[in-house]
Protein backbone atom coordinates (compact mmCIF):
# COMPACT_ATOMS: atom_id res chain seq x y z
CA UNK A 1 0.00 0.00 0.00
CA UNK A 2 1.05 3.48 -0.73
CA UNK A 3 2.28 6.07 1.35
CA UNK A 4 -0.36 8.80 1.56
CA UNK A 5 -0.98 11.42 3.40
CA UNK A 6 -3.55 14.24 4.84
CA UNK A 7 -2.18 16.22 1.89
CA UNK A 8 -2.11 14.37 -0.70
CA UNK A 9 -5.45 12.74 0.06
CA UNK A 10 -6.69 16.59 -0.19
CA UNK A 11 -4.78 17.71 -3.33
CA UNK A 12 -6.00 14.88 -5.09
CA UNK A 13 -9.57 15.72 -4.13
CA UNK A 14 -9.29 18.97 -5.77
CA UNK A 15 -8.49 17.21 -9.09
CA UNK A 16 -11.68 16.55 -11.07
CA UNK A 17 -10.18 14.20 -13.60
CA UNK A 18 -8.82 12.47 -10.66
CA UNK A 19 -12.17 11.95 -9.36
CA UNK A 20 -13.18 7.72 -8.51
CA UNK A 21 -9.22 7.48 -7.51
CA UNK A 22 -9.39 10.15 -4.69
CA UNK A 23 -12.87 9.41 -4.00
CA UNK A 24 -11.62 5.93 -3.08
CA UNK A 25 -8.45 7.12 -1.37
CA UNK A 26 -10.17 10.05 1.13
CA UNK A 27 -12.67 6.86 2.00
CA UNK A 28 -10.07 4.23 2.32
CA UNK A 29 -8.14 7.08 5.40
CA UNK A 30 -11.27 8.41 6.75
CA UNK A 31 -14.18 6.63 6.97
CA UNK A 32 -12.91 4.26 9.29
CA UNK A 33 -12.70 6.54 11.62
CA UNK A 34 -15.80 7.83 10.81
CA UNK A 35 -17.42 4.88 11.74
CA UNK A 36 -15.67 3.81 14.77
CA UNK A 37 -16.62 7.47 16.36
CA UNK A 38 -20.34 6.83 15.10
CA UNK A 39 -20.44 3.83 17.27
CA UNK A 40 -18.83 5.41 19.88
CA UNK A 41 -21.89 7.16 19.92
CA UNK A 42 -24.12 4.69 20.02
CA UNK A 43 -25.36 3.67 16.08
CA UNK A 44 -25.46 0.24 15.34
CA UNK A 45 -22.98 -1.05 12.61
CA UNK A 46 -25.41 -0.23 10.11
CA UNK A 47 -26.34 2.96 11.04
CA UNK A 48 -22.66 4.02 11.62
CA UNK A 49 -21.80 2.88 8.05
CA UNK A 50 -24.83 5.16 6.95
CA UNK A 51 -24.00 8.15 8.80
CA UNK A 52 -19.92 7.73 7.95
CA UNK A 53 -20.73 7.92 4.06
CA UNK A 54 -23.08 10.76 4.85
CA UNK A 55 -20.46 12.77 6.45
CA UNK A 56 -17.99 11.57 4.31
CA UNK A 57 -20.01 13.53 1.38
CA UNK A 58 -20.91 16.54 3.27
CA UNK A 59 -16.94 17.25 4.04
CA UNK A 60 -16.05 16.21 0.40
CA UNK A 61 -19.12 18.94 -0.97
CA UNK A 62 -17.78 21.63 1.74
CA UNK A 63 -14.00 20.90 0.69
CA UNK A 64 -15.16 21.54 -3.48
CA UNK A 65 -17.01 24.64 -2.32
CA UNK A 66 -13.94 25.97 -0.74
CA UNK A 67 -15.18 25.92 3.10
CA UNK A 68 -11.99 24.46 4.69
CA UNK A 69 -9.05 26.42 4.50
CA UNK A 70 -6.27 24.58 6.07
CA UNK A 71 -4.63 28.05 7.63
CA UNK A 72 -7.44 27.95 10.32
CA UNK A 73 -7.63 24.35 11.73
CA UNK A 74 -6.14 20.53 11.00
CA UNK A 75 -8.24 18.42 8.65
CA UNK A 76 -9.21 15.75 11.61
CA UNK A 77 -10.94 18.88 13.77
CA UNK A 78 -12.87 19.95 10.56
CA UNK A 79 -13.83 16.55 9.82
CA UNK A 80 -14.88 16.01 13.16
CA UNK A 81 -17.06 18.86 13.51
CA UNK A 82 -18.73 17.33 10.22
CA UNK A 83 -19.16 13.82 11.54
CA UNK A 84 -20.20 14.87 15.32
CA UNK A 85 -23.07 16.89 13.63
CA UNK A 86 -24.16 14.33 11.09
CA UNK A 87 -23.99 10.99 13.52
CA UNK A 88 -25.89 13.41 16.16
CA UNK A 89 -28.52 14.26 13.74
CA UNK A 90 -28.40 10.63 12.58
CA UNK A 91 -28.78 9.88 16.11
CA UNK A 92 -31.65 12.23 16.94
CA UNK A 93 -33.54 10.61 14.07
CA UNK A 94 -33.69 7.00 16.05
CA UNK A 95 -36.42 6.23 19.03
CA UNK A 96 -34.50 6.43 22.19
CA UNK A 97 -35.76 3.31 22.85
CA UNK A 98 -34.06 1.68 20.16
CA UNK A 99 -30.93 3.24 21.09
CA UNK A 100 -31.10 1.82 24.29
CA UNK A 101 -31.85 -1.51 23.54
CA UNK A 102 -29.64 -1.73 21.08
CA UNK A 103 -26.83 -4.27 22.61
CA UNK A 104 -24.69 -4.29 19.70
CA UNK A 105 -23.19 -0.94 20.91
CA UNK A 106 -22.98 -1.51 24.62
CA UNK A 107 -25.43 2.19 24.97
CA UNK A 108 -26.91 3.13 28.03
CA UNK A 109 -29.45 5.83 28.85
CA UNK A 110 -26.46 7.76 30.13
CA UNK A 111 -24.39 7.11 27.61
CA UNK A 112 -26.66 8.97 25.25
CA UNK A 113 -26.75 11.95 27.46
CA UNK A 114 -24.07 14.79 25.78
CA UNK A 115 -21.16 15.83 26.65
CA UNK A 116 -19.01 17.35 24.72
CA UNK A 117 -15.34 16.63 25.82
CA UNK A 118 -16.02 12.87 25.73
CA UNK A 119 -17.35 13.34 22.17
CA UNK A 120 -14.50 15.07 21.31
CA UNK A 121 -11.67 11.96 23.40
CA UNK A 122 -13.73 9.69 21.65
CA UNK A 123 -12.69 11.33 18.19
CA UNK A 124 -9.01 11.87 19.35
CA UNK A 125 -9.12 8.60 19.92
CA UNK A 126 -10.01 7.46 16.79
CA UNK A 127 -7.78 10.01 15.07
CA UNK A 128 -4.64 8.97 16.46
CA UNK A 129 -5.58 5.22 16.19
CA UNK A 130 -5.99 5.77 12.43
CA UNK A 131 -2.85 7.86 12.04
CA UNK A 132 -0.80 5.26 14.11
CA UNK A 133 -1.58 2.35 12.02
CA UNK A 134 -0.60 4.14 8.83
CA UNK A 135 2.53 4.85 10.52
CA UNK A 136 3.37 1.74 11.56
CA UNK A 137 2.11 0.42 8.25
CA UNK A 138 4.79 2.81 6.60
CA UNK A 139 7.87 2.43 9.14
CA UNK A 140 7.44 -1.21 8.11
CA UNK A 141 7.73 -0.44 5.03
CA UNK A 142 10.75 1.89 5.39
CA UNK A 143 12.85 0.48 7.59
CA UNK A 144 14.83 -2.69 8.29
CA UNK A 145 13.06 -5.53 8.92
CA UNK A 146 15.14 -6.63 11.87
CA UNK A 147 15.04 -3.32 13.61
CA UNK A 148 11.11 -3.41 13.08
CA UNK A 149 10.96 -6.75 14.54
CA UNK A 150 12.87 -5.85 17.28
CA UNK A 151 10.30 -2.87 17.97
CA UNK A 152 7.61 -4.76 17.45
CA UNK A 153 8.52 -7.46 20.02
CA UNK A 154 9.70 -5.18 22.98
CA UNK A 155 7.31 -2.30 21.99
CA UNK A 156 4.53 -3.25 21.10
CA UNK A 157 4.39 -6.99 22.27
CA UNK A 158 6.38 -6.14 25.70
CA UNK A 159 8.68 -9.23 25.18
CA UNK A 160 11.40 -8.79 27.88
CA UNK A 161 14.61 -7.43 26.11
CA UNK A 162 16.77 -10.21 26.80
CA UNK A 163 14.16 -12.53 24.87
CA UNK A 164 14.15 -10.18 21.60
CA UNK A 165 18.12 -9.91 22.05
CA UNK A 166 17.88 -14.14 21.85
CA UNK A 167 15.41 -14.59 19.38
CA UNK A 168 16.50 -12.35 16.65
CA UNK A 169 20.13 -12.67 17.64
CA UNK A 170 20.84 -9.32 18.44
CA UNK A 171 22.44 -7.17 21.62
CA UNK A 172 20.14 -5.55 23.92
CA UNK A 173 21.88 -2.45 23.19
CA UNK A 174 20.88 -3.34 19.61
CA UNK A 175 16.75 -4.09 20.64
CA UNK A 176 17.08 -0.77 22.85
CA UNK A 177 18.23 1.05 19.29
CA UNK A 178 15.69 0.08 17.21
CA UNK A 179 12.99 1.11 19.69
CA UNK A 180 14.41 4.21 19.36
CA UNK A 181 14.91 4.53 15.80
CA UNK A 182 11.49 3.10 15.25
CA UNK A 183 10.18 5.73 17.65
CA UNK A 184 11.82 8.59 16.00
CA UNK A 185 10.05 6.94 12.58
CA UNK A 186 6.76 7.31 13.94
CA UNK A 187 7.23 10.86 15.11
CA UNK A 188 8.45 12.04 11.76
CA UNK A 189 6.40 10.27 9.31
CA UNK A 190 3.12 11.14 11.78
CA UNK A 191 4.28 14.87 10.89
CA UNK A 192 4.22 14.30 7.23
CA UNK A 193 1.13 12.58 7.63
CA UNK A 194 -0.83 15.37 8.98
CA UNK A 195 1.09 17.87 7.31
CA UNK A 196 2.71 19.38 10.41
CA UNK A 197 5.80 21.32 10.55
Not at 79 to 91: E, H, Q, Y
Amino acid sequence: MEWVTTTQVLEDLKTPDNDELAWQGFCEHFQPVVVNFARKLGLSATDAEDAAQEAIVAFLKAFRDGKYEREKGRLSNWLFGVAKRVILNFRAGQPLERLIADKTTATSFWDLIQDDQNVQHSWETEWKRMVLTKCLEQAGRELDQKVFEAFKLYALSEMPVDKVAQQLSMSKNAVYIAKSRVLSKLRQLKQQFEGIG
